[in-house]
């Protein structure tokens, strides 16, 4: 039975969506139908569709009482809205739904949740409680179980936090449920607890596999924990989201950060050793990234694309909040990196190409019918001694958002200083993207409103937002010295 919150929240949002005009929205990222969206939830496939929830609050453009919306998709690049799937309408999670991941189980799709409740103490003090919770559904329709809340913070080693314990990811493994979950430890600092389940409703604390020790920022949250690579050599990489970083470059920028813990892992003792740090995205907006296993075996990953710390979506928007392309991830084996394309399906949406072949570029240059908002452009410069190559997108005289390769520090940077920002918020990001055979490979997918860059075959990843009139749409190559590039750009349709 769907309670009255949550048959609201589907009125409302279905009223609201309605009113969105199709051109306002990204063509081929998903945004929220209406209000506020932040992480990607129970990422997951169920009777042949792939799902995502996403924390919602349909009434507001700005975070508030947590639900779970819904959409579901084909090929990962057209998403169907459904009905809001969860409200926050128990006593254990009315302060809000938190993140959570899902999973087919017995022909059902089971979602596990993080509950939030406040209360009063004794003293009079507001007392925060976050537990983990199941519901059960048909990928339309979710029921909270009776038994809930199926793991709370009395399972946890002694001293961790009973208010910071959310975000559980949930998988099987070998005929046993496990789950991560983000957790502060006696000292304030984040881990990443591990739980074991036969049945999902029964569960119990297996290990802590990895603590941040107050090294990488405070609190830990959004784990993910699957396997990469080679299976034979065990390699895993343990996501996670960590709150309050201060930067040091390349890997860590100020505030929250989404980063790839790259290891070996023992299966039969749970223990992962950490041997690898890597930086998910190198971008301005961008957070939370949760990944499912396509039933071909692709593991995929999605993220929000915001930063917790810029609002810098246009005035007068009635919606707030997107999700990255879909990527798929895989690892180099040579150097244990994680590399990250855009799904092949987004190829099922290209145009024919414009290409501007073996040019020489120098002076700013602009190529016939290389232009556009909604489109994925792919350039590869070659050449020695040419200082800087700068591609600028979202363009005109007024406007414009930078891409510059420095060929000395072999390092990419983004800016956005130029793009129309009324807030003075972070413009520019960097990161290293060293020559591959002399070459540098870029390739950037624009949508109306974010700039996605996939380095050298997505050896690094930089993602942000832009608020640039469309109308601005120029697309201009230049360099110091000059460079030989090859561009070709594909027309994004749907
Ligand atoms: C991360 C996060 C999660 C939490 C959710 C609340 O962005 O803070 O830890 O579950 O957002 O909306």
Redesign the pocket.
């Known amino acids: 039975m769907n309670s009255e919150k949550l048959k609201k929240a589907r009125a409302y949002e279905q009223k609201m969506a309605a009113a969105v005009p199709e051109e306002q929205r990204p063509a081929f990222h998903l945004s929220v139908p209406t209000g506020w969206m ?2 990607p ?1 129970g990422f997951s496939f169920y009777r042949g569709d792939c799902h995502l929830f996403y ?1 919602y609050n349909p009434y507001s453009v700005c ?1 508030d009482a ?1 639900h779970w919306g819904h959409a579901k998709t084909k090929d990962f690049i057209r998403w169907e809205y459904l009905p809001a799937a969860l409200a926050p309408d128990e006593e254990y999670d009315a302060a ?1 739904v ?3 991941s899902a999973i087919e189980a017995d022909g059902k799709h089971v979602l596990l ?2 509950g ?1 409740s406040e209360r009063e103490s004794a003293d009079g003090k507001k007392e925060i409680r ?1 537990v983990q919770c199941l519901a059960v559904g048909d990928g339309t329709d979710y029921e909270k179980l009776p038994e809930n809340p199926v793991i709370d913070a009395s399972l946890l080693p002694e001293g961790s936090s009973l208010e910071d314990f ?2 559980p990811k949930l998988w099987e493994e070998d005929g046993i449920y496990y789950a991560v979950v ?1 957790s502060r430890a006696a000292d304030g600092s984040g881990q990443i607890a591990m739980f074991s389940s036969r049945d999902l409703r029964q569960w119990k604390f297996c290990t802590v596999l990895d603590r941040c020790e107050n090294r990488i920022g405070r ?1 830990w ?2 784990p993910d924990f699957f396997p990469v690579g080679d299976p034979d050599r065990n390699t895993r990489a343990l996501v996670i ?1 960590p ?1 309050d970083v201060t930067a040091k470059w390349p890997e860590f920028h100020n505030g ?1 950060n989404a980063l790839f813990l790259i290891g070996s892992y023992e299966k039969e003792k749970h223990l992962f050793c950490r041997n690898r740090v890597q930086s998910a995205d190198y971008g301005l907006d961008y ?2 990234p949760q990944t499912t296993q396509a039933p071909d075996g692709r593991r995929i990953l999605i993220a ?1 694309m915001k930063s ?1 710390d810029t609002n810098i979506f246009p005035e007068g928007f009635s919606w707030n909040g997107m999700m990255t392309v879909p990527r798929e991830v895989s690892l180099r084996e040579e150097d244990g990196r994680i590399l990250q394309n855009p799904v092949r399906e987004l190829e099922r949406y290209h145009g024919t190409p414009v290409c501007a072949e073996q040019v020489h570029i120098h002076e700013p240059a602009s190529f016939e019918g290389i232009c556009g908002r909604i489109a994925d452009l792919q350039v590869e410069i070659e050449g020695r001694g040419f200082g800087t190559f700068t591609i600028s997108v979202a363009a005109d005289e007024r406007w414009h958002t930078d891409i510059v390769y420095d060929e000395k520090t072999e390092v990419l940077r983004f800016d956005r200083t130029c793009s129309g920002l009324r807030r003075d918020v972070v413009c520019t990001r960097s990161m290293p993207v060293p020559k591959r055979e002399g070459k540098i490979r870029l390739r950037i997918l624009l949508d109306r409103y974010s700039v996605e860059i996939f380095a050298n075959d997505g050896e690094s990843v930089m993602t942000s937002l832009i608020t640039t009139p469309q109308e601005a749409d120029g697309i201009r190559f230049s360099s110091d010295g000059g460079v030989q590039a090859d561009i070709r750009m594909y027309p994004i349709f749907f």
């Open positions: 932040n992480d939830n924390q975070w947590m809000g938190f993140s959570g949740y993080t939030v976050q959310r975000d983000g609190m949250e959004c989201s709150q929250n957070y939370a929000w917790w």
